[in-house]
Each structure stands twice: as structure tokens, then as C-alpha cells.
């Protein structure tokens, strides 16, 4: 089974990091050095965190929050020289809470002649659970990213999963809406922020194994690969997600 689950580390040590990556790097598609703490960690801890990524084969990627502060501050450029000198594989664009006034097609080349991939988080961290308008939106900006060289589409969740964009009230997921995002791009374009258990099993239940999850922090990364193979007490119950058995 292709990896499926991006990891969030978000403010881990060193030695925490390089532990859970050892046990578990073979399961993971990306690293998210999340939030901004990698800039003011100390800087041999953060690069040391990239080098482990690197060394495991795993795609580092910073999350979108200093992106969207370097765009409004107008810092813009030297923020992608920053990642690029720390070592990271890949930037998250996003519009979250502030107004993004970079075109699309200015962000990807500038992170290109640097060397960066470009992933984009749909969808913003104050607005609640999306609406069917906001969800022709983000599909129309999911479009406009990926004609402009986007690698992936991230569809937003923030730390909580609840009244936050695809989830409603007490974490309730909205699977129309859900499927409109696999239907229009499929699952190895689109990411699903699911930072909680509730949230990252309602994905598994309703889309199946190859669900691309986000945000899930280390040290829950065994037990969603777990759950997604069947090899949980709950979702063996679950045909299209209980193991094959082989006659």
C-alpha cells in the first residue's frame, strides 16, 4: 500500500522525531514542520529535523501559516530563500486568515527556481464548516493551483476537526462535500487535514484505504495505518477495509 498519511511535528525534539521516523518513515508520504515553530527553534534542531526527513526518504514540507505572515509582511522571496537554505522539500501555500495577493503562477515559479514543490491548503481557519458555495470556491482555487504546477491540495481542518471545514458540529463529517473533492481530483491530488481520531477514521470509513490523511501527529501515525488495514478491532468490521482473506 502507497504511503498515505502526512505527519505533523509540531514542536518535537530532535531525538523524538528521528525515533518515530525510524519506526515509522515506510508509512508516511510527508513530514509537515508545522506552524512556525522551526523558526524559532534553535536552527541546528530544525535542520537536523530535515536532514532525518531526507535520510528516511520523506518529503519535508512546511505548514501554511508563515507562508500566508511572509506574504503579508513582504517578505515573501526571502522567506522560500529560507526554506530552500534549511533544506525543505516543499512549501504549503495557503490564504487561511490573511488575504493572499500572490498569484498563483508568481508563487510557484519563485519556490521553483529554488528548488521548492508547492502544495496549497484550501479553505479559511475562521470561517466554520464550508458551505456548498465554498466548496465550488475551493475547487475553482483547487483548479487554478494545479494548472499553475501545485503538487497537492490540502483541504483544511486546523487542530480540531470540529465546525471546521469539512466537519460540522461535534465533528460530524460532511461526506457529499468530501466526495466532490475526490471526485474532482482524486485521491493522490487531494489531503485531508484529520487531526483527531474521529476525523481521521470517518475519512477512512467513508473513502476507503487510499484516503490521503494530514496532520496526524507521530506518535498516532501506527494506529491510523493500523485502522486502515483492517487491523483495527473497529474497522474489520468494515468490508472495504477488512484484510483480504486468501483461500
Not at 513582504?74 to 501555500?93: M, N, Q, S
Request: aromatic letters at 6%; hydrophobic letters at 40%; proline letters at 4%.
Amino acid at each position: 500500500m502507497p504511503p498515505r498519511t502526512s505527519a505533523i511535528d509540531p514542536g518535537y525534539s530532535p531525538v523524538e522525531l528521528e525515533s518515530h521516523l525510524q519506526q515509522s518513515s515506510h508509512l508516511l508520504s510527508t513530514l509537515k514542520i508545522s506552524m512556525a515553530c522551526w523558526l524559532i527553534a534553535d536552527e541546528a534542531s530544525t535542520r537536523r529535523k530535515v536532514e532525518a526527513a531526507r535520510e528516511h526518504g520523506v518529503t519535508s514540507v512546511t505548514g501554511g501559516g508563515p507562508f500566508e505572515i511572509s506574504v503579508a509582511q513582504g517578505v515573501f522571496e526571502p522567506y522560500l530563500d529560507l526554506c530552500a537554505d534549511i533544506g525543505i522539500d516543499r512549501i504549503e501555500a495557503a490564504g487561511g486568515f490573511t488575504d493572499m495577493n500572490v498569484p498563483a503562477e508568481v508563487v510557484i515559479g519563485a519556490a521553483a527556481q529554488r528548488g521548492l514543490e508547492v502544495q496549497v491548503e484550501l479553505g479559511r481557519k475562521h470561517d466554520g464548516a464550508f458551505s456548498q458555495a465554498v466548496v465550488d470556491r475551493l475547487i475553482e482555487d483547487g483548479r487554478r493551483w494545479l494548472d499553475a504546477g501545485a503538487v497537492q491540495l490540502v483541504i483544511e481542518a486546523r487542530e480540531s476537526a470540529n465546525e471546521i471545514g469539512l466537519f460540522g458540529a461535534n465533528g460530524q463529517l460532511d461526506t457529499s462535500a468530501a466526495d466532490r473533492f475526490v471526485d474532482t481530483f482524486g485521491t493522490e491530488l487531494v489531503v485531508f487535514e484529520a487531526p483527531s481520531k474521529a476525523s481521521q477514521f470517518a475519512l477512512l470509513d467513508h473513502i476507503g484505504q487510499l484516503v490521503h490523511l494530514s496532520n496526524v501527529r507521530l506518535e498516532e501515525v501506527l494506529r491510523v495505518e493500523i485502522y486502515r488495514r483492517g487491523l483495527h478491532s473497529d474497522s474489520f468490521e468494515i468490508p472495504h477495509l477488512r484484510p483480504v482473506r486468501r483461500s
